[in-house]
């Protein structure tokens, strides 16, 4: 296994002293993400999605749970995981500097575990498919998609097990968005990263994902194959958004 979130709770408080109000971002929420597979995890706005990549990527400690990687419980500095596991996020400029040299970005994870490879960063570009020659290009300068490749060349440079993407291809025009999600299918196959997919489209997620979780209200109200979750949803609320898509 190499994610699990074990019945995990987080509470955020908001408001005023005095009225102060607990908002459950997410409650007993237990999943997994299985060696080589991506879970595609869908549900509404504000039903906790990101709370749980931000848990999964140890950027959110849970109230109550536990989460472990690889079998072992987070460390307890979060620099432990570095190069280990990446996100991609909605919108480029999130993981891209916009006062960076594309190729500057690409390198920043490897810097950050001490490691120079101006090679691999020309490497990466390619296998994203675009020219090792952008690398001196800033990101304004680079197509939505061309951006959205870098951020995957960015995030596979260290070879990480484990990969979050936080509505990746959202903000993308549909023809691009089919190519971004075959470059992700492709380069899983080559690396064989564990993804976690996170989209509130559930085309796009039936397209890449082996097992989706449903999220309502911060909890996980089915979890299927793919396949299965397609054709005979479990959950009322399951079949209602399908209904909708
Ligand atoms: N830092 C925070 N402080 C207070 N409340 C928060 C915080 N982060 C999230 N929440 C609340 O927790 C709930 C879940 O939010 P979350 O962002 O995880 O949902 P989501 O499914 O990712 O939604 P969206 O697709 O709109 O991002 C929401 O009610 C949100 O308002």
Redesign the pocket.
């Known amino acids: 296994m190499i994610l699990e979130l074990d019945n995990v709770t987080v509470t955020?408080t908001?408001g005023p002293p005095f009225r102060r109000e607990h908002?459950h971002?997410m409650r007993g929420v237990s999943l997994y993400v299985a060696e080589g597979e991506t879970l595609g995890l869908v549900?509404?706005?504000?039903?906790?999605?990101?709370?749980?990549s931000r848990v999964a990527l140890g950027l959110q400690r849970p109230t109550a749970g536990a989460v472990r990687f690889e079998g072992k419980p987070f460390p307890k500095r979060r620099r432990e995981l570095a190069g280990h596991m990446q996100a991609v996020l909605q919108h480029p400029h999130w993981s891209l500097n916009p006062r960076m040299r594309v190729g500057a970005s690409v390198a920043e994870p490897l810097a950050v575990l001490g490691e120079k490879a101006p090679d691999r960063v020309h490497e990466m570009l390619e296998r994203v498919g675009l020219e090792a020659g952008l690398a001196t290009r800033y990101p304004h300068e680079l197509s939505g998609g061309q951006r959205q490749r870098v951020s995957i060349a960015r995030a596979l440079v260290t070879r990480p097990r484990f990969l979050v993407f936080d509505?990746a291809v959202s903000a993308l025009d549909v023809s691009v968005q089919a190519q971004i999600l075959n470059l992700i299918k492709d380069l899983q196959r080559e690396f064989g990263f564990s993804a976690l997919f996170i989209s509130?489209d559930l085309g796009v997620v039936r397209y890449i994902a082996d097992r989706i979780a449903v999220?309502r209200g911060?909890e996980v109200v089915e979890t299927a194959d793919t396949a299965t979750f397609y054709t005979a949803p479990a959950h009322e609320y399951s079949k209602r958004l399908l209904e909708a898509l």
Do not use: D
Request: proline share 0%; glycine share 22%; aromatic share 6%.
């Open positions: 955020f908001a908002v971002a549900g509404e706005s504000g039903s906790g999605k990101t709370t749980a509505e509130h999220m911060g």
